[in-house]
């Protein structure tokens, strides 16, 4: 193996490769490796030979050669040939795999190089890290040092301190503008002022003149400070909350210090402010209010009155609003979502412009008074918190306040819609609960002369409404039809209406109002049915306008009051005069017999006693013709009443009113003498009872 090892290094790499190429034939090469016997060898010594073949006696190989009387040096010769094929074989592998060993070679030489240069660089870091520690050990000295020198100054400090430091006046003070340089100054000019001690010091006629010098610096740079940021206020679409809040409230501090070291220019500051608030608020307020005002919808003219005979209205007259919104004269309608959108926040004129929007004055009213809300509870929070003056806020808002006054001033008089007018006196009442709830006393003055206003104004519109029922034209309004009347229907709306916006509040001052209306209503309405020629027909013109008063009234909500009640009772009574007049028409003998005779007793003795005679052209003209009479009082109470319902209502109760008059007779012919000859020609009470469910079932 030595003589292969050495041949091999002595080829050059093209021989290897050669040598690969070709079969490599190692036994011709190596030659036979013979074991030569040397039986004449002396050397040998048979010591020991017995206890080796006791400790071999166990072991199978051994055990394997003994028993089939192998020799050993047969034996001997097979290993060593096995051993040179094994290593034989190694050679074979180690030449196949020499290019691996080749590559791991320079791999592991690579691998050297760069880890002797990793030992030159930590070898580096050890040198460096020396030398670090001994410059913490000198840091570490002068800290010692330095915390015991200034241990020694703070004992030194402490005796002088408070005289030295409300006293002296550092250099650095006089170009710096801070907040706290600013607190540091006003605390020495007080300290000066009120300590007598200090004023009998000599220190005092040193610092003195650089007090007063500092003190009249720092109020002309404060000055110059706050002016322009109050001149920041002044810019086109500036938002002054953030301006307020972000910027001007983190300088509060300027105006105290103002306030005690420069009275004077303290109140220049403070007017600038007012007058600059002033005029940027009434500015905003007027351009919003000119934006709402092309979002208006007007809604009701001077002669849109409950009274008013609308045809003579020209329709070209009315072009400033849509026929839809026509209904909103009289009806809340969706008007009342207004109420409980009062906490939204206030339209945006650009948007609702964009979008084509119109809306009824209310809303734009709410919308500005929302804004005004708003704007007035930042601003007096802001001149609380930056002036310590919340007084000021009327100063500031005089110009907002001039400006709406004169907006409302202008569209109050040509308002003639008391519906709006009592949804803005609702909107002004929630606004006031509102600045309750946020505990800001500052627009209390104000809603209370809006509400002051707006009370008279609804109080005249609404005797409008109430003085053109008392003067309508009875002739001009009358229409030969015995259904409900617009005026009638324009008076249950509006009643509803108020009733609803009243329901919260109780106002009785509007109950008293509405029950002044009532009986204005009340006279036209007989007025208006006496111009038809019947008796008839009028009871049946008031109990259509009287049913469907009470269906209005009973939307606007469960409980009409006292209202609904007296409609109530007046549509019981006519409803009651109908069916009378009713029954009359078709069984008039029949009724006048039992309202006059039947409640007579036939065997009493009088003058002119009941007989036979006289009732049965009654009971034969009844049993002829009651089936058909009760048809064309159906008939009739279908064509007549436009509720359906209520007509059927009516019809029953005509119809049980028969039965009680017929029942009556029936008692009255048993009680006469020969009466019994009648009942053949008597309509049994099961016979009506029966028409009655019939026409029961059909509603």
Not at 596 to 611: N, Q, V
Request: aromatic share 8%; hydrophobic share 40%.
């Amino acid at each position: 193996m030595a003589e292969v090892a050495s041949n091999k290094e002595g080829y050059s790499y093209q021989e290897y490769n050669d040598t690969q190429k070709n079969v490599f034939d190692l036994g011709t090469f190596v030659g036979d490796l013979n074991v030569e016997e040397d039986t004449n060898s002396d050397d040998i010594s048979l010591e020991g030979l017995q206890q080796e073949l006791e400790e071999c006696k166990n072991d199978d190989v051994v055990a394997n050669i003994l028993s089939k009387g192998t020799k050993l040096r047969e034996y001997t010769k097979g290993v060593e040939n096995n051993i040179r094929q094994v290593e034989l074989d190694s050679i074979q592998d180690y030449i196949q795999e020499s290019d691996n060993l080749v590559s791991l070679h320079d791999q592991i030489r690579d691998c050297d190089n760069i880890l002797s240069q990793m030992e030159t660089l930590l070898s580096g870091f050890q040198t460096e890290i020396g030398s670090i520690s001994s410059d913490i050990k000198i840091l570490q000295e002068k800290s010692m040092d330095m915390g015991l020198k200034l241990k020694n100054r703070k004992v030194a400090e402490s005796k002088l301190a408070n005289f030295v430091e409300d006293i002296i006046v550092p250099p650095r003070m006089v170009n710096d503008e801070y907040m706290r340089t600013l607190e540091i100054l006003s605390k020495k000019l007080k300290f000066v002022e009120v300590d007598q001690m200090v004023k009998m010091s000599k220190a005092l006629k040193d610092v003195q003149p650089e007090l007063e010098k500092l003190r009249q610096k720092a109020v002309s740079r404060v000055y110059d400070f706050i002016v322009q940021k109050l001149y920041a206020l002044r810019k086109p679409k500036t938002n002054i909350q953030i301006l307020q809040q972000n910027i001007l409230l983190k300088y509060k501090y300027i105006v105290t210090f103002l306030k005690e070291n420069g009275k004077d220019v303290y109140v220049e500051v403070r007017g600038a402010y007012i007058d600059t608030m002033n005029k940027v608020l009434g500015a905003h307020f007027r351009a919003y209010i000119q934006a709402l005002e092309k979002l208006q919808l007007d809604i009701a003219t001077s002669s849109d009155l409950i009274g008013v005979d609308t045809r003579n209205t020209s329709l070209f007259s009315r072009g400033r609003e849509p026929l839809k919104n026509r209904s909103a004269v009289f009806a809340l309608g969706e008007r009342s979502k207004i109420l409980k959108e009062i906490e939204e926040p206030a339209l945006i004129p650009h948007i609702a412009e964009a979008s084509s929007s119109k809306y009824p004055y209310e809303v734009l009213f709410r919308s500005l008074h929302k804004l005004l809300m708003d704007t007035a509870t930042s601003e007096y929070h802001f001149c609380g918190d930056f002036f310590g003056e919340e007084s000021i806020f009327y100063d500031i808002f005089a110009g907002p306040f001039a400006v709406i006054d004169e907006h409302f001033n202008s569209i109050l008089p040509n308002c003639y819609d008391a519906i709006g007018l009592m949804l803005m006196i609702r909107i002004i009442h929630q606004h006031q609960l509102i600045m309750s709830r946020r505990r800001i006393p500052c627009l209390d003055s104000y809603l209370d002369k809006i509400n002051i206003v707006l009370w008279p104004r609804f109080k005249m519109v609404f005797d409008m409404h109430l003085n053109s029922l008392r003067n309508a034209n009875v002739r001009t309004l009358w229409e030969d039809d015995i259904h409900p009347h617009y005026v009638m229907r324009r008076y249950a709306e509006f009643t509803a209406s108020l009733i609803h916006l009243n329901v919260e509040y109780g106002d009785g001052q509007l109950d008293l109002n509405l029950e002044r209306l009532r009986m204005a209503i009340d006279d036209l309405l007989i007025k208006l049915a006496k111009t038809f020629p019947k008796p008839k027909l009028q009871t049946v013109f008031l109990i259509n306008n009287y049913d469907m008063t009470i269906a209005v009234l009973k939307e606007a909500g469960p409980e009409g009051g006292k209202i609904q009640m007296h409609f109530e009772e007046l549509l019981k009574s006519n409803t009651a005069l109908f069916v009378e007049e009713l029954l009359l028409e078709h069984f008039n003998d029949l009724i006048k017999f039992v309202k006059t005779r039947a409640s007579e007793d036939p065997t009493a003795t009088t003058e002119k006693p009941i007989t036979v005679g006289e009732v049965e052209p009654l009971v034969k003209d009844f049993g002829s013709r009651w089936k058909v009479a009760i048809e064309l009082m159906h008939k009739d109470v279908i064509t007549s009443f436009s509720n359906f319902l209520c007509g059927m209502e009516i019809l029953r109760a005509a119809l049980t009113q028969l039965l009680l008059y017929y029942t009556r007779l029936s008692d009255c012919i048993k009680k006469i003498v020969g009466g019994s000859a009648l009942n053949k020609d008597l309509v049994s009470i099961s016979s009506i009872m029966y028409e009655i469910r019939k026409y029961s079932r059909t509603f």
